[in-house]
Antibody
Framework: QVQLVQSGAEVKKPGASVKVSCRASGYTFTTYGISWVRQAPGQGLEWMGWISAYNGDTHYTQRLQDRVTMTKDTSTSTAYMELRSLRSDDTAVYYC??????????????????WGQGTLVTVSS | SYEVTQSTSMSVSPGQTASITCSGDKLGDEYVSWYQQRPGQSPVVVIYQDNKRPSGIPARFSGSSSGNTATLTISGTQPMDEAVYYCQAWDTNIAVFGGGTELTVL
């Protein structure tokens, strides 16, 4: 079955960086893109950006684009999200999700299915 | 930046119909999706492309979109449907989520 498995919880100090991984299985990795979505404690969902697993193209939300980098490793079917200059308000559960349908560039109109199990990132001094 | 708006909460009795709405200036331009998130779990898509239901999602879930409003309808609501529901829209390759509607079934 299609599955996304994320790396484990992280605790970071303010100003540090974190890199979360998302390993895909059950489908051809390069056919679909991966989005990253985060959820602060008790809050709603915030889309962070997308990466094409085909060619590495990205779209980032404007408010994070200076601090976030999304990459992928086709050989291991793994997507990565790195967030730099961490602040306390970056404390959240970070999810990866597969974009559907299959595509390589235009993602408007996509939906997210399935989602990874989430990775808690805690930023605290 | 583009925003979509949902009511924060609603309650419904078991067996009744719940209608959750989402509004935004550009909703009529692109497809809307809906996600269910139960406490402590990852979101699950229940409606995509305005009104399509993924395999495995019960037929009591339906969606519609007209003008600047999209609606998720749960007919014959069951206690297991108690969750937060998020609408999600697009603004030219940027995804936008509504704030979520907490559905209580009591």
């Amino acid at each position: 079955q299609v599955q996304l498995v994320q790396s484990g919880a992280e605790v970071k100090k303010p100003g540090a960086s974190v890199k979360v991984s998302c390993r895909a299985s059950g489908y051809t990795f390069t056919t679909y893109g991966i989005s990253w979505v985060r959820q602060a404690p008790g809050q709603g969902l915030e889309w962070m950006g997308w990466i094409s697993a085909y060619n590495g193209d990205t779209h980032y939300t404007q408010r994070l684009q200076d601090r976030v980098t999304m990459t992928k490793d086709t050989s291991t079917s793994t997507a990565y999200m790195e967030l730099r200059s961490l602040r306390s308000d970056d404390t959240a559960v970070y999810y990866c999700a597969r974009n559907s349908p299959p595509n390589r560039g235009v993602i408007t109109g996509n939906w997210f299915d399935p989602w990874g199990q989430g990775t808690l990132v805690t930023v605290s001094s | 930046s583009y925003e979509v708006t949902q009511s924060t909460s609603m309650s419904v009795s078991p067996g009744q119909t719940a209608s959750i709405t989402c509004s935004g200036d550009k909703l009529g331009d692109e497809y809307v999706s809906w996600y269910q998130q139960r406490p402590g779990q990852s979101p699950v898509v229940v409606i995509y492309q305005d009104n399509k239901r993924p395999s495995g999602i019960p037929a009591r879930f339906s969606g519609s979109s007209s003008g600047n409003t999209a609606t998720l309808t749960i007919s014959g609501t069951q206690p297991m449907d108690e969750a937060v529901y998020y609408c999600q829209a697009w603004d030219t390759n940027i995804a936008v989520f509504g704030g979520g509607t907490e559905l209580t079934v009591l």
